[in-house]
């Protein structure tokens, strides 16, 4: 890949950042590629709070913009060292700053994971890809809506198309009555009857007896 190229794709990424003591992280920075000038301060007004390190002036500039990518400015108390691809850090050689007047500085290479070290502190500083990643967050929620939207709007339709007609209806109470007489079959051969109660017909019902009246010449002994 060409120098151009990785110049005008480096302009797509933004500088990551992380503060740790000893193993833990405490803090945690991401700016844009819009900002083109990263200042530090012992200050929380600033833009990157970076308490713990010696600083010459404050605001200090600790990374720019370049064409290439990022100038990171290293603070005069700080060792510097280097971390390519996820291999483990080593000391960045003197001969590979860069030297303006009294400050060093270090290109921030794509695959570079830069680590600034002063007493328990470490400030970690990478590229940042979290505008990409937003970006296709962005793409892949739109797509769930897209889906989502296209579900809603076919819901109506196949409810026309296979919503319940007379037919259907007709067919599923055919079933259902099928159902009932099956269950009522097995009923009666658990009780051990083999033809359904009938109810008994008013007809050959038998009148009660009541009360009759005997003739006045019949004694009742």
């Not at 794709?9 to 083109?36: I, M, Y």
């Not at 005069?76 to 400050?103: C, N």
């Not at 897209?146 to 259907?168: R, Y």
């Not at 599923?172 to 009522?184: F, I, T």
Request: with cysteine; charged share 30%.
């Amino acid at each position: 890949m060409s120098t151009e190229a990785k110049s005008t794709e480096a302009k797509h990424d933004g500088l990551f950042c992380e503060l740790f003591w000893g193993t833990t992280r405490n803090e945690v920075w991401s700016f844009g590629p819009e900002q083109t000038r990263v200042l530090a301060a012992q200050d929380e007004k600033t833009a990157l709070p970076l308490y713990g390190f010696t600083l010459p002036e404050e605001p200090f500039l600790l990374a720019e913009r370049t064409e290439k990518g990022y100038r990171v400015f290293v603070p005069p108390a700080a060792r510097v060292e280097r971390s390519r691809r996820g291999d483990a850090f080593r000391p960045i050689p003197e001969a590979e700053l860069q030297r303006t007047g009294d400050r060093f500085s270090v290109e921030l290479m794509r695959d570079d994971l830069l680590r600034l070290r002063e007493g328990e502190l470490a400030l970690h500083l990478t590229y940042s890809v979290a505008g990409k990643r937003e970006a296709a967050v962005r793409l892949r929620d739109l797509g769930w809506v897209a889906m989502g939207a296209a579900l809603f709007l076919s819901l109506p339709v196949g409810f026309l198309f296979a919503g319940p007609t007379q037919e259907k209806m007709a067919e599923s109470n055919a079933r259902a009555l099928k159902a009932a007489r099956e269950r009522e079959e097995a009923e009666r051969k658990r009780l051990g009857v083999d033809t359904p109660a009938r109810p008994i017909s008013p007809d050959a019902q038998q009148t009660d007896a009541g009360v009759k009246t005997l003739p006045a010449n019949l004694g009742v002994h």
